[in-house]
């Protein structure tokens, strides 16, 4: 693939991405059968200031973007637009998506909507432009302190999860499939959707038989395995 394919793809996959993610937390706070923490935590903000959803993610991820700057991370273009982009494409949903009346169907809703998310993070981590500002707090938390990504992860979101019920935000058994399913899925479409970079290769680097120099490690046209 091409130099030029490749930059489009890049940006087709993280704007696809960053609005389906709108759409599948719409999905998930309509089905009323329970949120992951962040949106537990957003929508309990909601109830307390009457705010929009929408512009209370956006808040949230600005928020936790400037946590960024003691951990020395730097964010993406991916990272801005996330910020800027899913709250708004989360209130335009939310016009439009009503909670059903029947069990059944929430526990569809919510099906698809965790489906929608795990499709949608897969897209835009995939295309390489940065990852969300909660993921890097993470993973900026690790390189910059040494603390385990899951220990950093577990507490802040307990924190998040608890403050967000208190405020009134919904916690239900879809909480728990949530955290229980979230990961599995998004193992699977991360590389599903990674955009391949441009191998270091050309054709006339190739020897007379067209394989690779043995030094290179990556055969012509193949994928470098490094992170954005």
């Not at 599948?24 to 929508?43: E, H, K, N, R, S």
């Not at 936790?64 to 949903?93: E, H, S």
């Amino acid at each position: 693939m091409s130099p030029t394919r490749i930059t489009i793809r890049r940006w087709g996959q993280l704007l696809l991405g960053l609005f389906f993610y709108g759409i599948a937390v719409a999905l998930l706070i309509q089905a009323d059968v329970g949120l992951d923490p962040w949106t537990v935590f957003a929508q309990g903000l909601e109830v307390q200031t009457g705010l929009s959803i929408g512009l209370i993610v956006v808040l949230i991820g600005a928020g936790v973007l400037l946590l960024w700057i003691p951990i020395r991370q730097k964010p993406g273009i991916g990272t801005v637009l996330n910020v800027l982009l899913i709250g708004p494409v989360l209130d335009l949903a939310m016009l439009v998506v009503t909670t059903p009346d029947q069990l059944w169907a929430q526990w569809l809703m919510f099906a698809a909507g965790l489906s929608l998310l795990a499709v949608a993070t897969g897209l835009y981590i995939g295309a390489r432009f940065g990852p969300g500002p909660r993921d890097g707090l993470m993973t900026g938390a690790h390189a910059r302190f040494g603390w385990k990504i899951w220990k950093v992860r577990t507490v802040v979101e307990v924190t998040v999860l608890t403050i967000g019920w208190l405020l009134g935000g919904t916690v239900g058994f879809g909480t728990v499939a949530f955290a229980l399913l979230i990961g599995p899925m998004v193992g699977y479409t991360l590389p599903l959707f990674r955009v391949p970079e441009p191998s270091r290769l050309t054709a006339p680097e190739a020897d007379e038989t067209g394989a690779a120099p043995e030094e290179s490690g990556t055969a012509p046209g193949q994928a470098s395995s490094a992170s954005a």
